[in-house]
């Protein structure tokens, strides 16, 4: 599942008139409803507030888009379509119009709202969310370096790691691949590393940094 991270902005002009798109990620469609007040509130000296949003929840999609006064079709279905094509889910995007005085046409609206969409998705970090689950493995010093090659060769992302009379690197296993993972683990050090499951969670990357949600 691909969403997005943080909040993003981006900003168009077609013939004078001014379209700000701004992006939230979201987890819930309670959240998704409180951005769009957000929004409406900083800029409700505008002419329209277009938006649409694709939630996941309880593995359920659900999906919203408003027009806000433009002409039925114009606005939140071409945003809806540019979230729907990209494959992101949990983001809610609205388009701000200030209008320039010219009249856009039909199509140059749905030009406008698409591109105003387009761009904010672009100026977004956009992340691969894998569902899995924070593993701690503990063990000596000398199963270590073993344990460290293992995780770097089987492509295993880690939060931090923990020195005292042990070592502790907590890591995020994959849920398809959290077996194998641990059964490597223990024929790789003959049993002698402990493996702890903790809590179920989404995790992913952006520029090399990992991302849990």
Request: net charge negative; charged share 30%; with cysteine.
């Amino acid at each position: 599942m691909k969403t997005i991270t943080g909040n993003t902005e981006a900003e168009i002009v077609e013939k004078r008139s001014k379209f700000i798109s701004n992006l939230y990620y979201v987890e819930t469609v309670e959240q998704a409803e409180n951005k769009l007040k957000e929004i409406k509130k900083r800029y409700n000296d505008a002419r329209h507030n277009c938006f649409a949003y694709r939630v996941c929840e309880k593995n359920t999609i659900v999906e919203r888009a408003s027009d806000d006064g433009e002409p039925s079709g114009t606005a939140g279905k071409p945003i809806l379509e540019v979230i729907s094509g990209s494959g992101i889910h949990n983001i809610v995007v609205v388009v701000t119009r200030y209008f320039g005085g010219t009249l856009l046409g039909t199509g140059g609206l749905v030009r406008a709202y698409t591109d105003a969409t387009r761009a904010g998705i672009e100026n977004s970090d956009i992340v691969e969310k894998i569902p899995g689950r924070r593993v701690d493995i503990a063990m000596d010093y000398t199963d270590l370096g073993k344990l460290q090659y293992m995780l770097a060769q089987n492509e295993v992302l880690t939060e931090d790691t923990e020195y005292t009379d042990k070592v502790i690197i907590h890591a995020l296993f994959p849920e398809s691949d959290k077996e194998k993972l641990k059964k490597k683990i223990t024929e790789a050090t003959s049993g002698r590393v402990m493996t702890q499951e903790g809590e179920e969670v989404y995790f992913g990357t952006v520029d090399g940094e990992v991302i849990v949600f």
